[in-house]
């Protein structure tokens, strides 16, 4: 028995010890949870900045709660509230103008779930008519709201339930997004979590608390055992069950993980989706619940993870896995057959009996193998797998390889959002920026100094082209904002700076500034991010994935390099060869666009790189510093033939076709121009450039 007991330590040792190597472990997990609530709140004050979606995201699931791993390469879950609508529970809650529905409860509706009741938006009634298809009359006399409000809204998507799913999408991870209605107030079949604390004193009193001041959604999907599947709105309390995960050990975060492997590998195999994650999670809360605080810790996790997988028979035996918050709701209600919860009893019964060698033979991450390793039972160096040094470096490359893209497509928010406004409304949006770092946490003012800098540039930018308009000048206010937004990135906001002083003359100063983007961006290893349009993240080097795994989210600005974009308020500042890109689109051409994702080709926007060299090459021309410019011509070339990273090469080879002109070789200037619509046949300038060229040498003629 003793020596039973010993193996069991040992294991749950050894297991903890191989969950850390693959980023299970402290540091890696609040790196994770650290990510996605900046980038949750990047996006919420996005939202509030353009005044465009009365909106807020929320980042759910494993990979901002931290428990997943590499191998499980989980989905991420964002839960989309509106705050058009408001779902009350009580009259009091009502407000005017808004669309107020009112939870109902009764006889036929599912534990868990409701019925929304349309309410005037005048005064706190109930409505009387039917306002859309969206709505029906029951028996009662109620308008009520159908749960089919989202089929075919929106394109490109999925739908699975209540979710909309987006996959394939480049530089993001595979995403479910959830619309979700707000209700201020705890819905009142939450209240007992309230008034109850386990065993283990768990959730705490400071818990329990904040879970109340959450408040809950309405999800749009009925019981699979409804009777009226349509109306029915599942209740939400993810805020309140996201702090119960936030606030569990290491060692529960591990236990979670390790059901999750086995549910992946033993239980859902070839991704049928017997037992859902949320069960576990549900398992689990439960367990910590009912046990000591005391037993959760690293060499009882063997004991752990069995006391689990025993909860979670002993609910699919009893065809109920109560909701840790909501317990009326039972999880397992119609999910299986007589046939299917046999098999699923036999197959945890089988891991139970022969845990240990289950175990060893998981592959997700290589977890078996590691495991062989660390109880001597192969030796070190018969598997080839990640260190986890490796697995560090290659979480954190991606996680901020993820949040240059999430950076690159805010930007592209916000010059969307500034272009065709006036200065004041410019004035108000920076305004409203500064107040999020002034009176906000510190997830706020990351945000900041994340989307500050692109602000900053593009408004002094707008600035500069206004005066230069008026009397070829920049302006002292101007280059302060330019100044003050340098940090963007390695070169974006530079090469817009040096643009500007181009533009009105200034080609020494302008020269200065290129020499030290260029030699900074040969002095790391840079990546070339562009969330224009759809492709694969760059490939990237060792040392890029070194740096990643070494230092703070603040080198970001050191190792990427974003495209240059001007909107059409800033044309004064762009080079007149640049110019042509803000009217590269016919009436045709326009018909093939992507109206949502495509609005950037009315602007003039170039990778970092090609732009650098074109304008050596133009300020070299005019200094008169021909081998110089001559090299600068060799570069830009070699350029857009090697870099493999670049995003808009038809744009590249556009200006390149351009010089090759000014150089009088128009025979190349035309094999660029040709080589552009290779790249892009439709929205392409490069139609333009073909004509005039023809049309210059016809008139030589």
Known sequence: MFQEHEYRE????????????????????????RHYMLKETLENIMYRLIDTFNMTQYYLGSQSEGTTTRGLDSDVDILVCSHVYNIIQDWSEWEHGKRNYLMIQDENTTPGYCFLQLLLREVPLPATYIPNEHHITDRSGRILFKNTVLHGMVPGVVEHGPSLARQGQHGLYDSDHVLALPCKSLHQSAS??????????????????????????????????????????????????????????????????????????????????????????????????????????????????????????????????SHFII???????????????????????????????????????????????????????????????????????????????????????????????????????????ITFNVNGNR??????????????????????????????????????????????????????????????????????????????????????????????????TAEYKRVCGEQSEDCIKHITSFCVRFIQEEINCVPHELQYEMFRSTQDDRIHRDQLIDYWMDWAVVDSLPFLYFLHYKIYRHLQRHQDQKQALSKLIRTIVTDVNLSHRETALNILGQCMEQENRPQHALNCYLLSLQQRARNNVAIIHICKLLSGLLASQ
């Open 10 to 33: 040992n294991l749950s040792l050894m297991l903890s010890e191989v969950l850390d190597d693959i980023g299970v472990n402290e540091r890696m997990v609040m790196r994770r949870r």
């Open 192 to 321: 007992g979590l309230l008034d109850r604390q386990g065993i283990g004193r768990w959730p705490t009193q400071d818990m329990r608390r904040y879970a109340a001041s959450t408040g809950c959604f309405v999800v749009p999907t009925g019981s699979k055992v409804s009777v009226y599947p349509e109306l029915e709105w599942r209740i939400s309390t993810t805020l309140a069950e996201r702090c119960l995960i936030f606030n569990l050990n290491i060692t529960q975060i591990r236990c979670y993980v390790l059901l999750k492997m086995i549910l992946k590998s033993f239980l859902n195999p070839q991704d049928e989706i017997n037992i859902s994650s949320f069960m576990c999670k549900t398992v689990l809360l439960h367990c910590i619940e009912n046990t000591e605080s005391s037993i959760w810790t690293e060499n009882n996790l063997f004991i752990c993870l069995t006391y689990c997988l025993l909860e979670l028979h002993s609910c699919v035996q009893n065809d109920r896995c």
């Open 327 to 433: 317990r009326e709701n039972n999880l397992m209600a119609g999910q299986f057959t007589a046939e299917k919860k046999h098999e699923l009893l036999k197959k945890i019964s089988d891991f139970l009996q022969n845990d240990k060698q289950k175990l060893l033979t998981i592959d997700i991450d290589d977890l078996g193998h590691r495991l062989q390793v660390k109880l001597n039972m192969v030796p070190n160096g018969a598997y080839q797998y990640l260190s986890s040094i490796e697995m560090n470096e290659h979480f954190m490359t991606s996680e901020y390889l993820n949040k240059a893209y999430v950076k690159s497509l805010n930007h592209m928010l916000v010059l969307k959002h500034l272009q065709n406004k006036n200065i004041r409304t410019m004035k108000h949006c920076i305004g409203k920026l």
């Open 443 to 540: 997830l706020d003012q990351a945000a900041f100094k994340f989307l500050a800098p692109f602000l900053f540039t593009t408004f002094g930018s707008i600035l500069a082209s206004f005066s230069i308009g008026e009397n070829d000048q920049v302006s002292p206010r101007a280059l302060v904002w330019l100044s003050a937004g340098l940090n963007s990135d390695i070169s974006s906001s530079r090469l817009k700076l040096a643009s500007v002083l181009y533009s009105t003359g200034d080609m020494e100063k302008a020269e200065l500034i290129l020499r030290h983007t260029e030699q900074q961006y040969y002095s790391y290893p840079v990546v070339l991010i562009c969330g224009c349009w759809d492709k694969p993240l760059p490939a990237v």
